[in-house]
């Protein structure tokens, strides 16, 4: 028993549990996917959290294993059996000595108290890894989710800007064909609707690869090329809300997890220590003999004597454990403040960046395009001044599309890392 729970200890103490309990079915449509949608499915199929379930069970038969009680022990033995002399008559009155007998351990020093309180501090801490799980699982599908977003946004933008810069093409053609323009120059707007067309393409060749993620996610991995994504931008504030980091880390699942494996490190030192407190094992025999009137019963004890072993390298054991337990406890919080500290960070410029476009960049440019359509087509400026507006205006709308996307991941990571517990 005691080799048992020692091996679940290890496993326990090594590997981060996650708790998962999955709730029912979601049936949704891949063709018009919401985020709240994809949070459900993510819930059922997440394979990360799946296999989260099978360490909270295992977790779970830890400790059922630590509050066991030592198992009796039943014997039967025979001895003084003379060959040569075996008596006559039925078994009970043959000549041999026959010794029924139960051993019982009892523990003492609290040890079966000591692995229940173990077991029970890191059951604690897999109840925390299933929130830690699930926080990182959010995060993880906000980035997937929003990809496809920025994807198919960006389809549309690029096949826009292909299809103007075809009708410009077409246009610049005509004014060829009367003399008003030079060859050159045609195919110079030639040259950028091909390129145009190229970004059109690889924007669909992206989509692709970013619906394969989110489908993984969703165990959609057979409806990939179906998924498309409702996407609700959400607006930038003007400003930040304020937080007390310090309260957002102290209630942090994967704090609160280290802490709980603290706690079960130090209970597992006391069950070390505990092993010096000597177990007994009492026996209570019955003996039967031919001959004899009556049977006789004897009692027994015995306890070890620790001269070989002192446990002293099991106690050692435990207190390096409770010393790198609390050491995991320190890296967690720096952890998790650098990370709070990013995404704030994060969070914050994302959401200048994105009021920057909206504001001034996305109609300064647009501006600046019509005006170079308008002056290339009454002959004002040449190809080259035309192109380079509308490749400046394609490319400002990809990186407010860019901005947008990059606002919605950290807007929702940020209140996924300061809301969750």
Not at 70 to 96: E, M, V
Not at 302 to 328: C, K, M, Q, T, W
Not at 350 to 379: K, V, W
Request: charged share 20%; net charge neutral; proline share 3%.
């Amino acid at each position: 028993m005691k080799t048992r729970f020692a091996l679940s200890l290890f496993l326990l103490f090594a590997t981060p549990i996650g708790a998962y309990a999955a709730p029912a079915a979601v049936a949704v449509s891949p063709a018009a996917l919401t985020l709240a949608q994809a949070q459900a499915l993510m819930l059922v199929h997440s394979r990360d959290l799946l296999a989260a379930q099978r360490n909270v069970e295992a977790a779970q038969a830890t400790e059922l294993s630590a509050a066991a009680r030592p198992n009796p022990q039943i014997s039967l033995n025979t001895t003084s059996i003379n060959p040569h002399n075996f008596g006559a008559g039925s078994w009970s009155d043959k000549q041999i000595d026959t010794i029924l007998r139960v051993d019982q351990v009892i523990e003492r020093g609290d040890k079966r108290d000591l692995r229940i309180k173990t077991a029970q501090a890191l059951t604690t801490a897999s109840t925390a890894d299933l929130a830690d799980a699930q926080r990182q699982q959010l995060i993880a599908l906000y980035n997937a989710f929003y990809d496809v977003a920025y994807a198919q946004g960006k389809i549309k933008l690029t096949a826009d800007a292909a299809n103007l810069a075809l009708q410009g093409q077409k246009k610049a053609e005509l004014r060829l064909a009367a003399g008003d323009i030079a060859a050159s120059e045609v195919a110079n707007i030639r040259v950028d609707t091909l390129r145009a067309q190229n970004d059109a393409e690889q924007a669909v060749a992206d989509a692709s690869n970013a619906r394969i993620a989110l489908a993984y996610m969703l165990g959609l991995d057979g409806s990939a090329s179906a998924i498309s994504v409702v996407s609700d931008w959400p607006q930038p504030a003007s400003t930040l809300t304020p937080v007390d980091l310090t309260a957002i880390i102290n209630r942090r699942a994967d704090v609160q997890a280290a802490q709980a494996r603290v706690e079960a490190a130090r209970q597992y030192k006391e069950l070390a220590r505990s092993q010096r407190t000597r177990d007994i094992s009492v026996g209570l025999q019955a003996e039967h003999y031919p001959g004899q009137t009556d049977n006789t019963m004897g009692l027994g004890i015995s306890f070890p004597l620790l001269l070989g072993n002192n446990y002293e390298g099991d106690i050692r054991n435990a207190e390096v454990a409770l010393s790198a337990a609390e050491d995991n406890l320190a890296k967690t919080q720096a952890l998790a403040t650098g990370e709070l500290q990013r995404a704030q960070a994060l969070l914050s410029s994302s959401q200048a960046r994105l009021l920057r476009y909206q504001t001034d960049l996305l109609p300064s440019a647009r501006r600046a395009m019509d005006a170079a359509e308008f002056g290339f087509a009454n002959g004002a400026i040449s190809a080259v001044d035309l192109l380079d507006a509308r490749r400046t205006w394609r490319a400002i709308q990809l990186e407010a599309l860019g901005a947008q996307s990059d606002y919605a991941r950290a807007q929702h990571s940020w209140q996924t890392l300061t809301t969750q517990n």
